[in-house]
């Protein structure tokens, strides 16, 4: 099952220079899937307050233009099943004015909140989303099924430190996947961030932050690439992320 999810942006969707952010098509992607998942049956909400919900572990995003303000932005999305005993893949196309502009794929776990564990992912799940045999990158530089790595930098050149906001907190009680995206921006110089020059981006969630944790966020010039590193008041790594 292929889902078209046609996203109406707002003004907050768009750069100064009228290119969407790169914080707003990680969002229409997301909305997509939050679709797929409704019309497939597997209401997300219902299951998060039944002690079930996916939780996402990764993307990977290549952008090869940005839609512009006034654009017809539409996003297709789909999932190829099981990539794991406690795990699916989700990939994504986005579309402006019928152009392919972006790529993703998404890597998620089925989590039990009761045990505090992955739970097994039913045949009988996956099945109502439609599988497809198809991928959102067929002659990239990676293995689909193994993501790029994130490097650790041997020193960081910017840290700031950050206490989510009630708002950042979703309704499974940890910040939102996609504001850490924001913290990302905040580290980052602001001579790199105002030229809005980012076409791939790589995400690797490893531990929730819930709130009332303090984060130190820190930012690195890692070859071509900009990667941020979260951390918590404990040093633990909470998220990486590089884009370039």
Same mark, same amino acid.
């Given at each position: 099952?292929?889902?078209?999810?046609?996203?109406?942006?707002?003004?907050?969707?768009?750069? @100064?220079?009228?290119?969407?952010?790169?914080?707003?098509?990680?969002?229409?992607?997301?909305?997509?899937?939050?679709?797929?998942?409704?019309?497939?049956?597997?209401?997300?909400?219902?299951?998060?307050?039944?002690?079930?919900?996916?939780? %996402?572990?990764?993307?990977?995003?290549?952008?090869? @233009?940005?839609?512009?303000?006034?654009?017809?932005?539409?996003?297709?999305?789909? @999932?190829?099943?099981?990539?794991? %005993?406690?795990?699916?893949?989700?990939?994504? +196309? %986005?579309?402006? &004015?019928?152009?392919?502009?972006?790529?993703?794929?998404?890597?998620?776990? %089925?989590?039990?909140?009761?045990?505090?564990?992955?739970?097994?992912?039913?045949?009988?799940?996956?099945?109502?989303?439609?599988?497809?045999?198809?991928?959102?990158?067929?002659?990239?530089?990676?293995?689909?099924?193994?993501?790029?790595?994130?490097?650790?930098?041997? @020193?960081?050149?910017? +840290?700031?430190?950050?206490?989510?906001?009630?708002?950042?907190?979703?309704?499974? &009680?940890?910040?939102?996947?996609?504001?850490?995206?924001?913290?990302?921006?905040?580290?980052?110089?602001?001579?790199?961030?105002?030229?809005? &020059?980012?076409?791939?981006?790589?995400?690797?969630?490893?531990?929730?932050?819930?709130?009332?944790?303090?984060?130190?966020?820190?930012?690195?010039?890692?070859?071509? &690439?900009?990667?941020?590193?979260?951390?918590?008041?404990?040093?633990?790594?909470?998220?990486?992320?590089?884009?370039?």
């Amino acid at each position: 099952m292929i889902v078209d999810f046609e996203y109406q942006p707002l003004l907050e969707d768009f750069y @100064s220079n009228s290119e969407l952010k790169i914080e707003s098509i990680l969002k229409i992607f997301e909305n997509s899937g939050s679709q797929h998942s409704d019309a497939a049956g597997d209401k997300i909400l219902e299951g998060s307050a039944n002690g079930k919900t996916w939780v %996402l572990t990764d993307w990977y995003v290549e952008i090869d @233009s940005f839609p512009k303000y006034g654009d017809k932005i539409v996003a297709k999305t789909w @999932s190829q099943g099981a990539t794991s %005993l406690f795990g699916t893949s989700r990939d994504f +196309e %986005l579309y402006s &004015n019928q152009k392919l502009c972006a790529r993703g794929t998404t890597r998620w776990v %089925l989590f039990d909140f009761n045990s505090g564990r992955p739970a097994k992912v039913e045949k009988e799940l996956l099945e109502k989303y439609g599988p497809e045999n198809k991928f959102a990158f067929t002659n990239s530089e990676f293995n689909q099924s193994k993501l790029p790595k994130i490097d650790l930098p041997e @020193s960081f050149e910017n +840290e700031i430190k950050i206490t989510p906001r009630r708002n950042d907190i979703d309704f499974n &009680n940890h910040v939102h996947n996609l504001v850490y995206m924001d913290y990302a921006m905040d580290a980052i110089p602001q001579d790199i961030y105002k030229k809005h &020059n980012f076409h791939k981006i790589r995400i690797t969630y490893k531990v929730a932050v819930k709130a009332g944790e303090d984060l130190y966020v820190k930012y690195a010039k890692n070859g071509e &690439n900009h990667a941020v590193f979260i951390f918590g008041s404990d040093n633990s790594l909470k998220t990486m992320i590089e884009i370039s």
